[in-house]
């Protein structure tokens, strides 16, 4: 059994599920906050509204966790899990650094070249795309993706620039997959 027959699990940061989850719960309890006040309003309705919306979003679209394996993508969400096979997929490449990283000088390594920053993102057809994750994967985790590119039906393209060496794995933060 070859290592591309073996699926990979790649996770999101918790920064960005504390983002994603914690981002519309706070929107909620601020609007409901100000309409038990006997001054809330417009706005208070507004801020319940958008983030019962937002959090309905980012419970059906932001991956928990996602599968890589021969036969295609499968993106968990909390709400939602797709499977997107490979014929579907035209490449895979880098999110772009975000721009606090940037100014902060996060990715340069100390003396050397520029260091990877940005997660995986998936170009389907059209203008469809779909998160991998927001986050660098380990080497390893690089090396496994690209060996299950390469024998996949379809030959999507692996335009992600190889993670720097000492980038930690997704699952260093192990969740359950199920």
């Given at each position: 059994?070859?290592?591309a027959d ?16 914690g981002t ?42 996602v599968?890589v ?18 014929d579907r ?10 721009t606090?990283s ?7 390594a ?5 260091r ?32 299950i590119?390469?024998?996949a039906?379809?030959s999507p ?8 060496d ?5 699952s260093?933060y192990?969740?359950?997959?199920g």
């Amino acid at each position: 059994m070859s290592r591309a027959d073996e699926p990979l699990v790649l996770y999101p940061s918790l920064r960005g599920l504390f983002a994603v989850y914690g981002t519309p719960v706070l929107l909620m309890v601020l609007g409901s906050w100000e309409l038990g006040r006997e001054s809330g309003g417009l706005v208070a309705l507004g801020f319940v509204v958008v983030g019962a919306v937002t959090a309905l979003l980012g419970a059906t679209t932001y991956p928990r966790h996602v599968v890589v394996s021969r036969d295609g993508l499968e993106i968990v969400s909390l709400l939602r899990r797709r499977r997107v096979p490979w014929d579907r997929v035209r490449g895979i490449e880098r999110t772009r650094p975000s721009t606090v990283s940037m100014m902060r000088g996060g990715d340069r390594a100390p003396g050397g070249p520029q260091r990877v920053t940005g997660g995986l993102l998936v170009r389907g057809g059209g203008r469809r795309t779909w998160m991998l994750t927001d986050q660098v994967e380990s080497p390893d985790e690089y090396d496994h993706l690209r060996e299950i590119v390469t024998h996949a039906p379809g030959s999507p393209r692996l335009r992600a620039v190889r993670p720097h060496d000492g980038a930690p794995p997704t699952s260093l933060y192990r969740r359950r997959t199920g």
